[in-house]
């Protein structure tokens, strides 16, 4: 039973030597007195899922009818989900119309702020640019959900920027999906390492150089096990179970980082074809040249397990899974595609070859079901998995590969969102400004906005979502 002598608080952190901290799932032990888990308000999370290079429409778009439909084989890892998926059909990024630098980077820049690529510095292939003209769409809605959190929003990448454009704290217009404002970037976290230490683990405060040495070769796990008994101790029989499965969870992924488990691979990449590495910044690019990216995939599964980690432990409640730069200039000479060149080669850059972009989408659509396996794996406190209180909008830059054309663009929702939007459903729309679909999300979360990003592009809120 719980009461006010054994509850513990929604923020409690496992702490250890030298500042290191343990973020903890929802346990029974955090409700109040009395309380119960279906009194429990269980949080609504957003997730953005970035593909690059637009899509095959045709391959893309199932068959059949509304609530009765057949997806293609591109997207038949999906199948599992089919009653939590909405594909959108028939949404333009017209405002991309507007405004200056290339397609890419324009598409970059519209699809989550609703609004132009600003003059600037950049060579962009099309003209000089900067940054999008206003804030994207998840930070206006993580300033709603993630307050009093640790994180406001957290990104993440496998491949930002792997041609080189952008690096570090550094963004480039074709690269940039995350804005905090007109012409203010956040780039994603694009180093393993870093981001399951500034995660998981903190260093703070005047111990953190004496900490730092032992960081690397000690666990998180191991320097918070004293405060891991002792908190298990107090728990019930679901609370331990939980726990331990969480802490089973986390130290998988650090053995995936340092070498110690099956996912060795995802530890030091691949050298860059005739550039040195860097080995204090793992499995990142960012050198100007396209690179033998084996390590991709596994940085990738990485990544999405640090994102759903970030939201079971509401540390964060919006995130991003950007999986790559706008042209994705990483060999995919990886399983299962075995191909000897990168992903925008097959686009246009070396003729559009259709047979090829089909093998890649169906890998990249894949990830998208290993995303929503991973969010469907938590349980909630109230019984529900982190999938049924999740909106994930699957995006990409372009719509057709070989001309750059931004017109019925591939949006995918899945995830139930708590029922507020009907899944299960390939929904025709007229076609219109992919602005209303902005709009809606934040009603969704919340709003009560009608207009969103550029107002020459808005006429309300998409209808038919619910």
């Known amino acids: 039973m719980i ?29 109040r007195p009395g309380e119960s888990h279906a009194a429990s308000t269980v949080p609504l999370r957003l997730v953005v899922f970035y593909s690059p290079g637009g899509t095959l429409l045709d391959k893309w778009r199932p ?81 709603r959900v993630s ?27 074709a690269d940039q999906l995350t804005m905090a404002g007109s012409k203010k970037p956040i780039p994603p976290q694009t180093n393993a390492v870093t981001a399951f230490n500034r995660v998981f683990g903190s260093l703070t405060g005047t111990a953190q150089e004496q900490a730092a040495e032992a960081a690397r070769t000690k666990s998180i796990l191991d320097a918070v096990a004293d405060q891991y008994q002792s908190l298990s101790a107090r728990l019930g029989p679901a609370d331990k179970a939980k726990l331990a499965e969480h802490l089973e969870m986390v130290r998988q992924m650090e053995q995936s980082l ?44 990485v990544m999405t397990d640090l994102l759903v980690s970030s939201l079971a432990c509401d540390l964060t409640r ?28 097959y686009q246009h850059e070396k003729g559009f070859q259709p047979d090829a972009l089909f093998k890649i989408y169906q890998w990249y659509a894949s990830n998208f079901a290993y995303l929503l396996q991973k969010l469907d794996s938590v349980t909630e ?61 934040l009603n969704i979360f919340g709003g009560s906005e009608t207009t969103f990003g550029d107002p020459d592009f808005n006429h309300g809120a998409l209808t038919g979502l619910t």
């Open 147 to 173: 307050q009093g959190l640790k994180f406001p929003s957290l990104e993440y990448s496998s491949g930002w920027s792997i041609s080189g454009r952008s690096a570090g704290e550094v963004s480039f217009a």
């Open 3 to 31: 009461t006010s002598k054994n509850r513990i608080t929604r923020r409690t952190l496992l702490r250890g030597a030298g500042g290191v901290s343990l973020g903890l799932p929802f346990l029974e032990a955090m409700l």
């Open 63 to 143: 068959s059949g009818t509304e609530t009765n439909f057949v997806l293609s084989d591109m997207m038949a890892s999906l199948n599992p989900f089919k009653d939590r998926l909405m594909f959108l059909d028939g949404l333009d990024m017209s405002v991309t119309s507007k405004g200056v630098g290339h397609p890419h980077s324009r598409g970059m820049a519209g699809v989550l702020t609703g609004t132009q690529l600003l003059p600037g510095d950049f060579e962009t292939g099309g003209g000089g640019a900067s940054f999008a003209d206003g804030p994207s769409v998840d930070q206006v809605i993580a300033g």
């Open 258 to 301: 340092t070498g110690g488990g099956s996912n060795a691979s995802c530890a030091v990449p691949m050298a860059p074809m005739g550039v040195d590495v860097d080995p204090t910044n793992p499995m990142q690019g960012g050198t100007g040249v396209i690179v033998s990216a084996t390590n991709v995939p596994a940085k990738g599964k």
């Open 381 to 441: 406190a109230d019984g529900t998995t982190l999938l049924d209180n999740t909106l994930v909008l699957w995006i990409s830059e372009i719509q057709k590969p070989d001309d750059h054309s931004q017109t019925n663009m591939p949006f995918v929702i899945a995830g139930k969102a708590q029922g507020k939007v009907r899944t299960g459903r390939w929904v025709k729309v007229p076609s219109q400004p992919h602005n209303g679909l902005l709009v809606s999300l």
């Open 318 to 345: 919006v995130a991003t899974m950007q999986w790559a730069d706008s042209e994705a200039k990483f060999i995919l000479n990886f399983d299962p595609l075995n191909m000897p060149d990168h992903h925008h080669a």
